[in-house]
């Protein structure tokens, strides 16, 4: 749970820093169903506003619907 939590602060710092392919993958990388916890979905939802590229936050988004379905 950790690992996924520090995945996700980590892509936020990436899609701050502007690089928002790296953040998708950074993020991706923290979406396994095994460690998913409550607070890495809020950490997510956080992340998803941050991003402006539609492409890469719909597809974040489709893969943290799934889990949370």
Known sequence: MRVA???VEWATALADLGDEDAAAAMAE???DRQW?????ERRMQ???RRMRDPRLRSRLAEV???LTT
């Open 29 to 31: 990388s923290a979406l």
């Open 5 to 7: 939590n520090a995945r």
């Open 36 to 40: 998913f916890r409550p607070d890495t």
């Open 46 to 48: 956080s992340l998803l």
């Open 64 to 66: 943290l619907r799934q």
